[in-house]
């Protein structure tokens, strides 16, 4: 049943303006993204995190092939790592930036990876894809950007199948170091955006039906916080 949109139209207004200034912003930076600092300190430590859950969760199942998909991918170099492992199927980014996904594009020419990658441009409030498709769900460094956020973990939840692992990264603000550098910094800089409290984040996961949540706090340059849930398999379908 299709449900109405409720909001009033100043705050849609804002909405649209948030994931316009986010568009602009990623656009622009795509050009240069692959060289800018942060990926040293902040973004290739939450790849090698990611690794890392994945090869757990891989273990804790017996292995076997599955399907991946990043939402916020930027030009997908989580998933060009990830797509040397024999047992990763199906890789698939979506970004909301058309460049960044254009850069995507250009990244997966160059990998000899077979038909394993894809690119997608779109939203993560509309993930278009069926229920019940990925095992691995990952978003790193995105989610503050995302204007309705635990509707966002509902889609994630209605995409991965039984058994399926949700990995979500983004900045730690709840010690001071954090709070100067993404509620403070970031913030200032960015605009309409915001880094949810680690207490929020386990409520928004638990909410939307995942279990089994993992939470922890990563240091690099500033800290991060890494979410691990997995899709109960029992109670998949009840939950969706
Ligand atoms: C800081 S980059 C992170 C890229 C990559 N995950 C990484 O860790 O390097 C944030 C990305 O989120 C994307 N993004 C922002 N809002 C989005 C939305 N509503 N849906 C999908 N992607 C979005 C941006 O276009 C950008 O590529």
Known sequence: MATANTSPPAAAAQVDAARATARAEFDRWALTYERSWLNEIIFFPCVRACQEEILRWQERRGGGGYRMLDVGCGTGKLLAVQARDDDAEILVGLDYSPVMVAKFRDQIRAADVGERLFAVHGDSERLPF???TFDVLTCCNS???YPHQAAVVREFRRVLRPGGLL???DGFRDNVVGWVVFD???TTIE???HHVSWRDARR??????FRDIRQRKMNVFAPVLVNAATVPVATAAAAG
């Open 130 to 132: 069926a229920d019940e």
């Open 143 to 145: 989610f503050h950007h």
């Open 167 to 169: 990995l979500l990264l």
């Open 184 to 186: 403070v910094g970031v």
């Open 191 to 193: 605009k309409n955006v």
């Open 204 to 209: 928004m996961i638990w909410d939307a039906g």
